[in-house]
T-cell receptor, first 116, second 109 residues
Framework: GAVVSQHPSWVICKSGTSVKIECRSL??????MFWYRQFPKQSLMLMAT?????????EQGVEKDKFLINHASLTLSTLTVTSAHPEDSSFYIC????????????FGPGTRLLVL | GQNIDQPTEMTATEGAIVQINCTYQ??????LFWYQQHAGEAPTFLSY??LDGLEEKGRFSSFLSRSKGYSYLLLKELQMKDSASYLC??????????WGAGTKLIIKP
């Protein structure tokens, strides 16, 4: 099946620094990528949807200047958490889809961010 | 390698019971999650099992056998709104999620 990878798996950083998380579709072209945030045993919270070559669409309440998303190619999207603070500590999960809304969405393994 | 298998699609009748199976192979194990995802929406958390046995939560129950690398999600008294994709995800020793491709459940009247 299709594989989506994320890098890094874990990141620990100091408050005020920026962290970049990569999401790659390894064996298919992802026209759409999604970024989620997950709290323990909670539903995935959609942060933003990005289409290759277009600006990301952010969900209500998600600061676009804080969570910068770049979907520069059909296999790579990046999420940059700028000026990270302890409350940004979370589990960030990306997913990718190759076609329209009825196509299967493949999820990445997640990136754990801890901001000290 | 790490792998999760679940059926691609299942069909069931309104009011009936359906069991969605999931088998997994992971490097270490820190629990198994089930999510429900309606088309165009974010996955909704249904259950988390880390110990063997059955956990019941209303119409939904989830079972885990760690020795067999097996889990199932049981849905009772099916309703039309239960038509969705059901995602199985296992957490490995690094607390990374290994996702199944999802089971599309179609409920017929």
């Amino acid at each position: 099946g299709a594989v989506v990878s994320q890098h890094p798996s874990w990141v620990i950083c100091k408050s005020g620094t920026s962290v970049k998380i990569e999401c790659r579709s390894l064996d298919f072209q992802a026209t759409t990528m999604f970024w989620y945030r997950q709290f323990p045993k909670q539903s995935l919270m959609l942060m933003a949807t990005s289409n290759e070559g277009s600006k990301a669409t952010y969900e209500q309440g998600v600061e676009k200047d804080k969570f910068l998303i770049n979907h520069a190619s059909l296999t790579l999207s990046t999420l940059t958490v700028t000026s990270a603070h302890p409350e940004d500590s979370s589990f960030y999960i990306c997913s990718a889809r190759s076609g329209g809304a009825q196509e299967t969405q493949y999820f990445g393994p997640g990136t754990r961010l801890l901001v000290l | 390698g790490q792998n999760i298998d679940q059926p691609t699609e299942m069909t069931a009748t309104e009011g009936a019971i359906v069991q969605i199976n999931c088998t997994y192979q992971t490097s270490g194990f820190n629990g198994l999650f089930w999510y429900q995802q309606h088309a165009g929406e974010a996955p909704t958390f249904l259950s988390y099992n880390v110990l063997d046995g059955l956990e019941e939560k209303g119409r939904f129950s989830s079972f885990l056998s760690r020795s067999k690398g097996y889990s199932y999600l049981l849905l009772k008294e099916l309703q039309m709104k239960d038509s969705a994709s059901y995602l199985c995800a296992a957490m490995d020793s690094n607390y990374q999620l290994i996702w199944g491709a999802g089971t599309k459940l179609i409920i017929k009247p």
